[in-house]
């Protein structure tokens, strides 16, 4: 039997931040140092991931956002065993068709404790009622179901987190990584067949505010919350300097907090492989990356440049220092699964973004920020380009079959129908 292999992404995690103060690194057996991203933001860097394909390949990206890969060759079909997904990202979900390369799947309800009871944040998204009526509805409907304490504690927990958001009095439950850990735990011990799991933890994507488990010696408030935040007043200063020194500090403490429990999980699972990234980096308003803010319209080294670290690999290796791309990450898993070191043999690493990714409208320069942009990486330069300027080396040009002009020309809305909790939870993490 192959061995089993958990992919974990920390959702907008920064490498210099998770090398500063992740627990998973100091046990990691095997450290990629170098290794980029293929694009910006979750909707085409979960393809790329799973297909070793850039986003003008597979074709999702800004204006196309069905993550539906069952047409592609992915890592779960290149699996020999049982594949299992969990997720709390709205778009690596089976609202968007992620669900369906899985054998099992599982879309995690956020700030609650159960699966098996009602998810409350979808009933009140997708309900009618209002205020009181509101509350009696979700009251009839958990008695109605098959588990009726839990289904409450739920909508107790939901509550919670709504009212409590922004205070310093901590929410109970962090965003979903303590119950996505407990599902891949439970997985891999339970299966007579060799496991791939995959799971994407939102902890360090904004909003963000204070939960239990939390080190609040990171933050210099826990009574805040980046709700009131927006991405355009940040980028163009209109923001208060208090409010980006947290944003900081919050997404800091939030990787602290995920690779603990990411720790834990490797503990309870010693004989189990477990490959630690994230689908991409953030921008934190730092002259190195152009006092952006978030993660659109921009290939950053703080973007792109992501953490790449392997618990139990078959042998300890320590640093390496290669290039390496999420690209890679197909025949990195495959290699593992065979009980080797991945051999990584690149020169160039690329990474591409084709529009601006979903959220609010900038207040200006629409056309700039809804370019197609790429990047090349190789051991001693990066070159930048978009399709406002099209200057760049012949080697960098080599590494993509079309045109950046022809990619976003080629590049046409397509829609996906959604319903108004996951369109409520879009709102949430600043996407619409």
Not at 239 to 266: F, G, N, S
Not at 291 to 313: E, K, Q, R, Y
Not at 385 to 405: G, M, R, T, V, Y
Request: aromatic share 8%; proline share 5%; net charge negative.
């Amino acid at each position: 039997m192959s061995q089993n292999v958990l992919l974990i992404a920390l959702d907008s995690a920064r490498k210099d931040v998770y090398d500063s103060v992740s627990h998973t690194r100091d046990i990691a057996g095997l450290r990629f140092e170098n290794a980029r991203a293929a694009s910006c933001w979750s909707v085409p860097s979960h393809p790329s991931i799973f297909t070793g394909m850039l986003p003008s390949q597979h074709g999702i990206h800004a204006h196309n956002i069905n993550l539906d890969l069952t047409d592609f060759d992915t890592i779960c079909d290149q699996w020999d065993g049982r594949t299992f997904g969990v997720s709390s990202n709205v778009y690596a979900s089976s609202s968007y068709g992620f669900n369906k390369i899985f054998d099992r799947f599982v879309d995690v309800p956020r700030y609650q404790p159960f699966l098996d009871g009602l998810d409350a944040t979808d009933y009140f998204r997708n309900t009618d009622r209002e205020g009181i009526s509101m509350h009696f509805g979700f009251l009839a409907e958990s008695i109605k179901s098959q588990s009726i304490v839990k289904s409450l504690l739920n909508g107790g927990a939901a509550q919670a987190k709504k009212t409590l958001m922004g205070t310093p009095i901590p929410e109970p439950l962090d965003d979903g990584a303590t119950l996505a850990l407990n599902l891949l735990k439970q997985e891999v011990k339970r299966s007579d067949k060799s496991v791939f799991g995959f799971a994407n933890l939102m902890e360090t994507h904004e909003p963000y505010s204070f939960f239990r488990g939390m080190d609040e010696n990171l933050v210099d408030k826990k009574g805040w919350s980046s709700l009131h935040v927006d991405r355009w007043d940040l980028i163009y200063n209109e923001c208060a300097k208090r409010d980006k020194v947290l944003m900081r500090q919050y997404h800091r403490a939030t990787v602290e907090y995920v690779t603990r429990k990411i720790a834990e999980l490797a503990e309870d699972l010693p004989n189990t492989t477990i490959i630690v990234t994230s689908d991409h980096g953030e921008n934190l308003g730092y002259p190195e990356e152009d006092n952006l803010w978030g993660h659109t319209s921009s290939l950053s080294d703080a973007l792109c440049h992501v953490p790449l670290d392997i618990i139990n690999p078959p042998t300890n290796v320590g640093a390496v220092e290669k290039l390496v791309s999420h690209l890679d990450l197909p025949k990195i898993v495959q290699s593992l699964a065979d009980g080797e070191i991945p051999e990584i043999d690149r020169a160039v690493a690329p990474a591409e973004t084709l529009g601006m990714a979903a959220g609010p409208e900038p207040p200006a320069d629409k056309d700039h920020w809804n370019r197609g942009i790429r990047a090349v990486w190789s051991d001693d330069q990066m070159v930048v380009w978009d399709s406002e300027s099209n200057e760049l080396p012949a080697w960098a040009q080599d590494e993509f079959d079309i045109s950046i002009e022809k990619a976003k020309s080629n590049a046409s809305d397509k829609d996906v129908s959604i319903d108004a909790a996951t369109e409520a939870r879009l709102e949430e993490l600043g996407y619409i």
